[in-house]
């Protein structure tokens, strides 16, 4: 509900709107207010900064009287082509990808993990090519720039595909220019998790990672950093401690929160002191802190609720002016 | 479409349950489960401190009115709002609640100004804790074992807790205390919850057997020698509260009808909506998102709280005699008698059991449960003063999470101890000031009632978020069932609000109470707005935090 009129811009700004975004794992309606977050917060650069892909597939077995799925804990069907979309819909919407099957099929994919493994590449790819051409259809002969990078859980797949765009910008591992005043370095690598999600790496090679692109940066003052992992100890970074079964681990009836961000990046951050540095992954520790004079950002991430989150960050001249959670 | 698809290779293989199938990726869990989250409910009940005042109060000042009757129909009013909660749950499982479904779905003054008037009263809700902690539990405690081992240093003990030194004393350490227990995180109360949730289960146990096991003429021999120890001038004590009540005007036949029946219901409204504070720390409750899980935990508490405090009225009218238990309502809520120690459960219960263990685990209960009852202040306020930092209405350093004290809102702590504290020092020099506790039940009604209008409304408000989440199939013929919930809750929440505020023996119908709630709530208002300006000063327009993004 608006009751509230936006201002008119009457004069022209003196800063640079960076809206960052991440974590959207797949969601459907996350993945358009993104694209939607220019022209309504008014940004002039939007980052998105990894884990684009989902996590999950929702089977839909189509049987000759319907079509049954299990979503929430519970069956649902559907017996139109209408009921099938509005179906699917829901299931996009909280970043699964649906999948048609006959019963056949479905077995099949029960009983054979690398049937699933094709299935994900099959289905992410797809779903990322689409959002490309959404993407360029948006900001084709716009000013407004859209940086695309994957996070520690995208697969290598999709580099080939978020690369090939003339709209959207591939930045990973790469020094570019943001507005010809500021720069931005990316990196979607994490240090180790749990899962050995596909871009989790050790320190020691995050490390040599993220100094031979910083390396190339001339005024780290001017500089973005949007590096996927939060940097350690910041509170940006908190999560249940896990055992080799990735099961929590209790001490006294409880679980145990650690730090699990890098350590390699906070290095980089107290070395370097860029102009903001912006993080995911930890997905519930919405928030700010302050290395140095460089500010640490992680928006967080409600994909599952279709609540894109972000921060919308104004810079000028080298200075970071504000920065402002939103979640739209 | 892809036309060249590599391969995708994971670490571990995905898994597979009734056609979902997972890939290896990283995720996160929240500290409460759904065993944390239902004793949690249970406590902010208040089947024992709560239930006491509860007990007096109905019995006192609407005698014709079967109080197990009004708490039964709160509770049938009560479960439309918990699935309406539930549902909002499950739709936005954020901390801050109630703040974030009104500020999103409505507009963010009124969701500001609803819920910071809340937090000023929560300042009250701490020293009603202190107040419980010395007048409830350490007072009796000390009281009865005076008299049980004929010790007048005790009895000058217990006396002393119920002074307005001892329960301010008592309400300025427990708060500081209680801060103190609160800096590692929610994490320690969870562990800690567990013994206090324990305390309770025995004292219900012990209180239920005591009322089985004791006959009426057991507790009027028992309850008149122990109050011959205080007013020896009373040898028949039980007669002299029905006499002294009956002197000072009480009718019997009172308070009847439907008028006496909403007004038990509005009193019994003090304990069973209260499963909603839990909508507070919603960004840390497991399964937040799962609105049946949730539903089934928030009604499954109301239907514990509903049955210890029927089942406990319903003994006590057994064993006490209806004629007494409502005059001694009516003697504590007019003052009638000035009594040694306040005549509560935790005090009539180990009378009548006449032991020192009974006294003991009965009052273990009431302590670790007005103990929790200051920590739930402390719980929920500090997420809903995360979130409105975030929102930046109120100061950024303010929200800041600790990072000695990891997870730990350190500034929101302080922030709310020090109003605690001021609030207990002016308590001791104007004592009258007590009585505005009362205004809790107000303010938290409305802000409720707020909450469940913007369930009724979120449907057609925020659709692509209502759409996307799935409560959306929940629907009776083509009304969303939480535009249903939310009316209810809404309309109940208006006939409160009306009882409230006209009639005397809730307590609110009195100017001065009025002009204070009045001014709190102009004074949220205006911050809201002053924040808002100055925000705008700073280039940061907060009105963007609050809109939803338009998915098309």
Known sequence: MQWFKHDKQSKPRNFTRIFYATDIHGSEP???????????????????????????????????????SYLFGQEWTAHTPEELAEMESLIRSNGFYPCVVSPDEMKELESDPAKVDALFSKVMCETVERWIHLAEERFRDTPVRCFISPGNDDHFALDKILSASDVVIFPEGQLVDLDGVHTMVS??????????????????????????????????????????????????????????????????????????????????IEKYQPLVALHGHIHECRGAVEIGKTVCINPGSEYSEGVLR??????????????????? | MASNIPEVKTA?????????????????????????????NVFTLLVLTGAAQFYVWSCGEFPATNPMLGLIVAAVLVVPIYLAYSMLASAMPRSGGDYIFQSRILHPAVAFTALFALLVTEWYWLELSGFWIAAMT??????????????????????????????MLTTLVTNALIALAFLPGLKTYIKVQWFLFAGVVISIVMMTFVLLTTSHATFVANFNGFMSTFDPAHSNYYQYVIDAAKAAGFDPTSGGGLYGLIGVVAIAWFNLIWAVWSAMNLGEIKHASNFGKVNR????????????????????????????????????????????????????IP??????????????????????????????????????????????????????????????????????????????????????????????????????????????T??????????SKYKIGNIPLLTLCGAWGFIVGLILIVFYLVVPGLGLASTAGLVGIGVIYLVSLIWFWVARAANKRKGIDVDLNFQQIPPE
Not at chain 1, 31 to 59: C, M, N, P, R, S
Not at chain 1, 214 to 238: G, M, Q
Not at chain 2, 375 to 382: A, E
């Open chain 2, 462 to 471: 925020a659709k692509s978020i209502y759409n996307a989440s799935p409560i």
């Open chain 1, 187 to 268: 990196c979607g690598y994490a240090n180790m998790t749990p899962w050995h999600c596909p871009r989790d790496i050790e320190e020691d090679e995050l490390r040599i990672r993220l100094q031979q692109m910083l390396d190339k940066v001339e005024d780290p003052s001017r500089c973005v950093f949007n590096f996927h992992a939060p940097p350690f100890d910041t509170t940006l970074d908190d999560a249940p401690q896990l055992d080799a079964d990735l099961r929590p681990v209790m001490i006294g009836g409880s679980e145990n929160i650690i730090p699990v961000g890098s350590l390699a990046v906070r290095e980089m």
């Open chain 1, 30 to 68: 996350c993945f358009l207010k993104f694209l939607k977050a220019a022209e309504f917060y008014k940004a002039d650069i939007l980052v998105l900064g990894g884990d684009i892909t989902g996590k999950q597939i929702i089977g839909i077995e189509k049987r000759p009287d319907a079509y049954y």
């Open chain 2, 12 to 40: 571990h293989a995905p898994v597979s349950t009734q056609g979902v199938f997972r890939r290896t990726a990283s995720g996160l869990i929240r500290e409460m489960n759904m065993a944390d989250h239902w004793m949690y």
């Open chain 1, 310 to 328: 972000g921060v919308m960050v104004n810079i000028s001249d080298g200075k970071l002016l504000s920065y402002q959670f939103v979640a739209g």
């Open chain 2, 138 to 167: 350490l007072s009796p405690l000390f009281s009865t074992l005076g008299v049980f081992v004929h010790s007048q240093v005790m009895l000058n003990l217990g006396a002393w807790f119920s002074s307005n030194w001892g329960i």
């Open chain 2, 351 to 460: 009378i009548m059991g006449g032991g020192v263990i009974v006294l003991i685990l009965t009052l273990f209960g009431f302590l670790t449960q007005a103990i929790q009852q200051s920590w739930n202040v402390f719980i929920g306020s500090t997420r809903l003063i995360v979130a409105m930092s975030m929102d930046r209405l109120l100061p950024d350093g303010l929200g800041k999470i600790s990072r000695r004290f990891r997870s730990s809102p350190v500034n929101a702590i302080l922030f709310l101890l020090i109003g605690g504290e001021v609030l207990a020092l002016v308590f001791w020099f104007v004592p009258n000031l007590v009585n505005y506790t009362l205004s809790t039940s107000l303010v938290a009604t409305i802000y409720q009632s707020i909450t469940c209008l913007a369930a009724a409304v979120f449907p057609f």
């Open chain 2, 297 to 348: 935990v928030m009604q499954g508490s109301l239907a514990f709280g509903l049955l210890v405090m029927a089942g406990t009225m319903a003994l006590l009218l057994k064993v006490c005699g209806q004629e007494f238990t409502l005059a001694l309502g009516y003697d504590w809520f007019n003052h009638t008698i000035n009594f040694p120690v306040q005549p509560y459960t935790s005090i009539l």
